[in-house]
Nanobody
Framework: QVQLVESGGGLVQAGGSLRLSCAASGRTFGTYHMGWFRQAPGKEREFVAVISWSSGVTDYTNSVKGRFTISRDNAKNTVYLQMNSLKPEDTAIYYC?????????????????WGQGTQVTVSS
C-alpha cells in the first residue's frame, strides 16, 4: 500500500495558478489510479480529477474542466494537479487519493489511500 504526501498549496489571487504535487511511497504506485478531491468548509469532500495508472485516461469534474490538468510520473511516484484561472470557489483543502477501480473513483468511499491534504486559498 502506498502513502501519499501533498505539497504546493498556498494563497493565490483569482486568475492565478498553482501546481499541487503528491509524492507516493511504495512500489505499487504504478498499479493505482490517482486523483484529487477537495473539501471546502462546511461541505462534503468532492471529486476533482483522476488519471488512470497508465496515464492514458483522465477525467475531471465539470467545474474545473479546461482550467485544471492532472498528470503523473510513474518513474518519480508523483502525481500533479496544475490549476490555472483559479477562482475563489476553488478554495478548499485538496486531497491526493489512490484507488484500484477507475469507474468508481468519484466516490470518496471507494478510495483506498488518502493524503493528509494541502490548503488552497484563492482571494478575490
Amino acid at each position: 500500500q502506498v502513502q501519499l504526501v501533498e505539497s504546493g498549496g498556498g494563497l493565490v489571487q483569482a486568475g492565478g495558478s498553482l501546481r499541487l504535487s503528491c509524492a507516493a511511497s511504495g512500489r505499487t504506485f504504478g498499479t493505482y489510479h490517482m486523483g484529487w478531491f477537495r473539501q471546502a468548509p462546511g461541505k462534503e469532500r468532492e471529486f476533482v480529477a483522476v488519471i488512470s495508472w497508465s496515464s492514458g485516461v483522465t477525467d475531471y469534474t465539470n467545474s474545473v474542466k479546461g482550467r485544471f490538468t492532472i498528470s503523473r510520473d510513474n518513474a518519480k511516484n508523483t502525481v500533479y494537479l496544475q490549476m490555472n484561472s483559479l477562482k475563489p470557489e476553488d478554495t478548499a483543502i485538496y486531497y491526493c487519493a489512490a484507488g484500484r477501480i477507475y469507474t468508481t473513483f468519484v466516490s470518496p468511499d471507494k478510495i483506498d489511500v488518502w493524503g493528509q491534504g494541502t490548503q488552497v486559498t484563492v482571494s478575490s
